[in-house]
């Protein structure tokens, strides 16, 4: 078993278990105004998964430009429209999510409001205040902040099972 594939615990705030996207009913969607850069092995399955049809192309070919000095961790970007907001921005949702699923995702739009450390050898988890639904989690919670002990299958996998409701 590779290192990979090994699962790990994770020490979450338990609030985040339970978080959900709101897309397009949020007022203050994430999907904009952010230089998401794209490493080597994401851009090129991104550019693999999209190009298996047409509309997929197209949008990739729209929506990603090259840096002008690639490096293996920067290769490419998503391009913003003129508003600032994500190419891929539709109705208030992922167009790569929704077509694609998330495993399509480049690895700050999958993780994002989740971050995560290290403190003493344990992985810690937790959700950005940067996000308004789970600002509101933190601090309109009836219940107290607690930790939680989590199963990760891979060093890879977000932290918590970030769900999206139904939109």
């Known amino acids: 078993m590779t290192q990979e594939s090994q699962s790990e615990q994770v020490v979450a705030v338990e ?16 999907c904009h105004s952010w230089a998401i850069n794209l490493d080597r092995t994401s851009y090129d399955n991104l550019k693999r998964t999209m190009s298996r049809d047409e509309s997929g192309a197209a949008l990739f070919e729209k929506a990603i430009e090259h840096v002008p000095e690639p490096t293996p961790a ?25 077509k694609y699923g998330a495993q399509a995702l480049t690895p700050v739009c999958l993780s994002f409001p989740r971050i995560s450390c290290i403190l003493d050898g344990q992985p810690i988890a937790w959700g950005l205040l940067s996000c308004p639904v789970v600002t509101r989690m933190y601090f309109k919670a009836k219940t107290p902040l607690e930790l939680a002990t989590l199963q990760r299958k891979n060093k890879k996998q977000v932290y918590v099972p970030g769900r999206r409701s139904a939109g």
């Open 74 to 98: 920067k290769v490419a970007r998503f391009k913003l429209r003129e508003d600032g907001t994500c190419y891929f921005l539709d109705g208030g949702w992922c167009a790569i999510q929704n």
């Open 15 to 30: 609030h985040m278990t339970r978080f959900t996207c709101t897309g397009a009913e949020c007022e203050d969607n994430c």
